[in-house]
Structure formats: structure tokens, C-alpha cells
């Protein structure tokens, strides 16, 4: 694939990694890269970091046409680049614009753009313990008109974001809420996709929780509100009486990589994973006959979270007393390991930049 690039004349100051927190800062470029239903996609190019302009009718800002990605850039201790995983992440960003009728992209040529960005942006990858540079690719629907239909043109873009590390003072357990009102998705809706409309839709039940001390929402199934999806934005795990249980991708859940890296670690070292339905009142009984052994949220931003106590109904529960438990930690080190280079990566799951 042919990408311009035009480098920035002002480049911007460095901000010291420990004042980055999470995706406050960007970087001095991004990819822009067009597309038309007559010529497919096309111009892609590298840019100085700016604004984007709109038509007041863009289909995005009307009826929701957005998906996103979200992984990350690591650095390893001899100073070297690397992504985990980042075909996946194209894989489920194209599945997400099947279901938003968006354009697909070439895969080839997506990842080829993300490695030059990531490479252009390179010096912006930090180095302390715990840090990396967020990448963001998303796709706007960008039609001119107010008319209600697939769109014929679209805009696709990375950008990136220099981030602190999520644990600045040790892995400490977060507290949850599990929502008994709204619902994030429902099967057939786009609850496997990264949309940001799925986002709008749970704002309300994440403030709430907060209000009530609580960092996220452990949401149920549409229908029934009696099964265990997923946490805002991290897919949840738990070990009942010796089992690993993590619920089943039925359509309306995100299919995390991460979640995914887990299932695949645990099996490798002789766990059984089972992805099934779980209901809250099986939880609910775990929890109060003690044979929840742990809990934990799993998903790009902090790879692996172990949840310390949860919440339903007003009754709060606190899971391995408040600590992390032997197999979260365990994931937590071989994930963490993998990613910033400190053990092999025995599935080829690492691509360097
Ligand atoms: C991104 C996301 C996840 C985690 O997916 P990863 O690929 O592991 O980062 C889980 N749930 C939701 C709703 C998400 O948006």
C-alpha cells in the first residue's frame, strides 16, 4: 500500500511518563485513509496530529456510524517495539463493520498502516515499567446527507496516545456493581462489536455505579437480566469450586483478546476452561457459600484485574478476601511477561515493529 507522509513541522513536548495517565496525550501524527463505494479505500496517508473537519450532516454525527480498536505498542528492556496480537484486533474491527454496514478492510494493508504509524510514532513509545503507547484505530461513516442507509463513504484513522502504567501502586482488586436495570446489549444488537454506541448506552449505569464507589458495571443479558455478560469495557472470569468459568460469546459480549490470551494461557499450563452460560444467582451462591475462589476482569487496558468485591441488589460481597487470587496473578505475570518481553512468547503472539 502506497501511504503519504507528511511530517509534522512543530513537534509537540514530551510529557514525563509518570504524569501520562490514560489517553490525554497524542502523538505528533495520525493515519488518515479514505473511502468510496466507486474507488474503495484510497489516500491513505500520515499526517501532522489535528483537528478533523465534518459536514454538520457526517452520518457519524447523527445515527452512531463508529467503530473502534483499541491495543497497544510495548517496549521491551533492549529498547526494541512490539504489538500483541494486532491481526485479531483487524479481524474484529472488520467483524465490527460487517455488523455496522462499513466498509471492510484489507487486512494486509491494516496492519501494514498500523506498523508504519506505530513506526513513525515510535520515539512516543514510553519506557518506564508499565507503560506503552495506546493505539486507537476507528471508522466514521461519513455520508453528506441525512438520509438513514449504509453508508458510500467512509474515513478511517489511527491515532495514538502515550499511557502510564494502570497499576502505579500494585494490582489492587476493583470493586464492582452488578447492573440490575439498564442493559449494555442484547443478542442480534451489536454487543460483539466495538461501537461506540455500545459505550453511549452504558454511560448511565457506569455513573451510577460510581456515585455508589463503584470503578464498573458487571453487566447482565438483555432478556433476563439472569446471566453474566461482561464489565464495561474488560470480559470477566471467575474460578468456582476449582472451575474457570467465563461466559459464553453469545452475540451480545465483546470478544476480548485478552479474554481469549487467558483462555489460551490456562489451557496451555493443563486448566480447564469452561464458556458457558453463568447465572447470577450461581454467583450469588458462590459467593455466599464461599466457593467463589476469584474474580477478574480481563481486557487490553489492564490486562488482567482482579475484582476484590462485588455487588448486587445493595448486598456486597468480598471475593479471596479482597486479594488477588493464584490464578489471576498467574495470567496477570505470563500476559504482562509476554507483552513487554521479559518471558518467550511460545505462541508467536508478539509482532515487532
Ligand atoms: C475492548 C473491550 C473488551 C476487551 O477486549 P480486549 O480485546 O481484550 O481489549 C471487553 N469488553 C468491551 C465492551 C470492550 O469494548
Not at 480498536?69 to 529498547?79: F, H, N, S
Not at 455478560?229 to 476449582?242: L, P, S, T, Y
Not at 448486598?315 to 496477570?332: A, D, F, S
Request: hydrophobic fraction near 40%; charged fraction near 25%; proline fraction near 4%.
Amino acid at each position: 500500500m502506497d501511504i503519504k507522509f507528511v511530517k509534522t513541522s512543530s513537534p509537540k513536548a514530551r510529557i514525563p511518563d509518570s504524569e501520562l495517565g490514560f489517553g490525554k496525550y497524542f502523538t505528533d501524527h495520525m493515519f488518515i485513509m479514505e473511502y468510496n463505494n466507486d474507488i474503495g479505500w484510497h489516500n491513505a496517508r500520515i499526517v501532522p496530529f489535528e483537528n478533523i473537519s465534518l459536514h454538520p450532516a457526517s452520518t457519524v454525527l447523527h445515527y452512531g456510524a463508529e467503530i473502534f480498536e483499541g491495543l497497544k505498542a510495548y517496549r521491551t528492556a533492549d529498547g526494541s517495539v512490539r504489538l500483541f496480537r494486532p491481526e485479531e484486533n483487524i479481524k474484529r474491527m472488520n467483524s465490527s463493520a460487517e455488523r455496522m454496514c462499513l466498509p471492510l478492510l484489507d487486512e494486509a494493508d491494516a496492519l501494514e498502516a498500523l506498523l508504519k504509524f506505530v513506526d513513525t510514532e515510535r520515539d512516543w513509545v514510553p519506557h518506564s515499567e508499565g507503560t506503552s503507547l495506546y493505539l486507537r484505530p476507528f471508522m466514521i461513516g461519513n455520508d453528506e446527507h441525512l438520509g438513514v442507509h449504509a453508508v458510500s463513504n467512509a474515513i478511517f484513522y489511527i491515532i495514538a496516545s502515550p499511557s502510564g502504567s494502570y497499576y502505579k501502586e500494585g494490582i489492587n482488586p476493583v470493586n464492582i456493581m452488578i447492573e440490575s436495570e439498564d442493559v449494555r446489549a442484547v443478542r442480534g444488537g451489536t454487543g460483539f462489536t466495538k461501537c461506540g454506541g455500545n459505550y453511549a448506552a452504558s454511560t448511565r449505569a457506569g455513573k451510577r455505579a460510581e456515585e455508589k464507589g463503584y470503578s464498573q458495571v458487571l453487566w447482565l443479558d438483555g432478556v433476563e437480566r439472569k446471566y453474566i455478560e461482561e464489565v464495561g469495557a474488560m470480559n470477566v472470569m471467575f474460578k468456582i469450586d476449582g472451575e474457570i468459568v467465563t461466559p459464553a460469546l453469545t452475540g451480545s459480549i465483546l470478544p476480548g483478546i485478552t479474554r481469549k490470551s487467558c483462555i489460551e494461557v490456562l489451557k496451555s499450563k493443563g486448566y480447564n476452561v469452561s464458556e458457558r452460560l453463568l447465572s447470577v444467582d450461581e454467583l450469588v451462591n458462590a459467593m455466599k457459600s464461599g466457593k467463589l475462589e476469584e474474580a477478574w476482569g480481563c481486557g487490553t487496558a489492564a490486562v488482567v484485574s482482579p475484582i476484590g468485591k462485588l455487588s448486587y441488589l445493595d448486598e456486597e460481597y468480598v471475593i479471596n478476601g479482597g486479594r488477588i487470587g493464584e490464578v489471576t496473578q498467574m495470567l496477570y505475570d505470563t500476559l504482562t511477561g509476554i507483552q513487554w518481553g521479559k518471558i518467550e512468547d511460545t505462541f508467536g503472539w508478539i509482532k515487532e515493529v
